[in-house]
Nanobody
Framework: QVQLVESGGGLVQTGGSLRLSCAAS????????MGWFRQAPGKVREFVAA????????YYVDSVKGRFTISRDNAKNTMYLQMDSLRPEDTAVYYC??????????????????WGQGTQVTVSS
């Protein structure tokens, strides 16, 4: 079982930046793709970004392209999400997750096996 712990959330003004971290521990049996999702009040959980084990594959939802950067450090078992030029519509609880099964549906939360508890990001206008 893999445990994931997110950190780095907080309150920031429009145009500001935050860096989220996701620390993984426990046993993995493969080299998982990892992803970030977010959920705002009253809305469904949506895909934000994902990164392959090698970091060669990086995927983003259109609304964050050019503003967010996903990265990972496999030696530290940690994934990051650098968020710049934040907007009020980015306000949500952000979750990290691992996807150990194959397939290219990196945007589908049902494809992910393990989830963190989430970290709140609030962007004030």
């Amino acid at each position: 079982q893999v445990q994931l712990v997110e950190s780095g959330g907080g309150l920031v003004q429009t145009g500001g930046s935050l860096r989220l971290s996701c620390a993984a521990s426990g046993r993995t049996v493969s080299r998982p793709l990892m992803g970030w999702f977010r959920q705002a009040p009253g809305k469904v959980r949506e895909f934000v970004a994902a990164i392959s084990w090698s970091s060669l594959g990086r995927y983003y939802v259109d609304s964050v392209k050019g503003r967010f950067t996903i990265s990972r450090d496999n030696a530290k078992n940690t994934m990051y999400l650098q968020m710049d030029s934040l907007r009020p519509e980015d306000t949500a609880v952000y979750y990290c997750a691992t996807k150990q099964r194959g397939g290219d549906r990196y945007y589908d939360p049902s494809e992910y096996d393990n989830w963190g508890q989430g970290t709140q990001v609030t962007v004030s206008s």
